[in-house]
């Protein structure tokens, strides 16, 4: 016991003896947390704060929280300045930009309330009933199979041609009508007071914003963050500082362990602690082979990126050759097609179809235009692998135009009409028109 306090004792007045810390450092360690060696070396102790450290974070959350509440103050008085500034909205009352947005509302309901009681619901609907009656007396007059059910067939088409027409229709008409007299209106005369209570709602928001960050500035940055912390590290930094920096052992550069005691980089001898940290670290992850293989990596990097430039410097001459290539194509394409007073409508890839056909479709066009080809003398002789492709090409770039053929439109190929149907193909009818 007795030789306890004697080593205690010796510790608290000498200078060091080469174990204990001297005195210059046992006052940078309280003041700052770290120790200086006699060899310049600057060590970090983590567990010990220092004074001047917890003073100077305190300042600086002090100087945080004046920002803050700058901040807070500024927004509080822009929010408060945009209260009664939200009135100029109301301006807009007494301009014209309400009346003409109501005027311009009903403009547009009655433009298209004119197309749908003049055209949709007037001379489409007319046009479905002449059309019917158009193919019944040709059925008539050919004295079609079954053709005496023809009118009856007619009839019904028309009727539900009528019915789904008249029903959308006024329903559509109802919805501009309401559009027009009673949303549209709404808007333009209710805008200016919305905007307003917009403008009161964001300056409210500002005012409570700026509040908060005054309390927050006060309170958290420097009540808390900025007194009690540095107290409370000050406090650490006497219970725990001062018996090290009278007992502790002085730091070298040997004992230096890089988690409880770290080395700064400003030491003269951190060159040897890197050493030291990576010969630890090759012990581990044999690093002598992971940066020889990165080196090597490198170098061929550093090898390819010229055979990259020189590939791309070729890529860019060969896409100004294609490019120049098809230039030169095009303007014999033209020439040919002008040559012959015909205008450029085929994609030169017939491959692409302007549009996807059903299997039923494409063997309906197949049909027509082989049929059409074995009849004309130009092209009954052909090759039929040269026939086949010519038919391709004439279908897949003109078959939407074929199907669009009103005889299609009345009756699909192999597509029977039933009372279940009729009502989908009517819709369809009136969407292709």
Avoid: C
């Avoid at 914003?209 to 406090?235: A, D, H, K, M, Y």
């Amino acid at each position: 016991m007795n030789k306890t306090i004697l080593l205690a004792f010796i510790a608290l007045i000498s200078n060091g003896f080469g174990y204990f810390l001297n005195f210059n450092q046992k006052a940078e360690l309280l003041l700052s947390g770290k120790i200086t060696d006699t060899s310049g070396n600057v060590y970090n102790i983590r567990i010990v704060p220092g004074y001047l450290n917890a003073w100077d974070t305190g300042l600086d959350f002090w100087d945080d929280g004046v920002v803050s509440q700058s901040n807070g103050l500024r927004k509080i008085g822009t929010g408060l300045l945009k209260i009664p500034k939200s009135t100029l909205q109301l301006k807009a009352y007494f301009t014209a930009s309400p009346y003409e947005g109501i005027a311009d509302g009903v403009h547009q309901g009655n433009s298209i309330q004119k197309t749908i009681y003049t055209e949709y619901m007037g001379t489409e609907l007319i046009g479905a009933w002449k059309k019917y009656f158009k193919y019944a007396n040709r059925a008539r007059e050919r004295e079609s199979f079954g053709w005496w059910l023809s009118y009856p067939w007619a009839i019904i088409k028309g009727t539900i041609n009528s019915t789904f027409r008249i029903t959308t229709g006024s329903i559509a008409s109802i919805a501009v009508f309401t559009y027009s007299f009673a949303l549209r209106p709404s808007h333009e005369i209710l805008k200016p007071s919305v905007l307003m209570v917009f403008d009161i709602v964001a300056g409210t928001f500002k005012f409570l914003i700026g509040n908060g960050e005054i309390v927050w500035g006060f309170i958290g940055q420097q009540i808390f963050l900025g007194s009690i912390i540095p107290i409370t590290s000050n406090t650490w930094n006497t219970v725990i500082g001062v018996p090290l920096a009278f007992l502790g052992k002085a730091p070298t550069a040997k004992s230096e362990d890089g988690w409880w005691v770290i080395m700064l980089p400003e030491s003269p001898a951190y060159a040897e602690k890197l050493k030291r940290d990576l010969k630890d670290i090759n012990g581990e992850l044999n690093l002598d082979s992971l940066i020889n293989q990165a080196k090597t990596t490198f170098i061929l990097e550093e090898i390819l990126n010229y055979y990259r430039i020189q590939r791309d410097s070729s890529l860019d001459t060969l896409q100004l050759q294609i490019k120049e290539v098809n230039v030169q194509f095009e303007k014999l394409r033209d020439s040919l097609y002008n040559s012959h007073g015909l205008k450029l409508r085929y994609s030169p890839n017939y491959a692409q179809k302007s549009r996807y056909f059903t299997q039923e479709e494409d063997r309906y066009l197949q049909k027509v235009v082989l049929e059409y080809l074995n009849n004309d003398s130009n092209y009954s002789s052909m090759d039929s692998l040269k026939k086949v492709e010519f038919l391709n090409f004439i279908v897949q770039n003109n078959g939407g135009a074929i199907l669009r053929a009103p005889r299609n439109k009345l009756s699909p190929i192999d597509v029977k009409s039933t009372p279940s149907t009729v009502i989908g193909e009517e819709i369809m009818q009136i969407k292709a028109q």
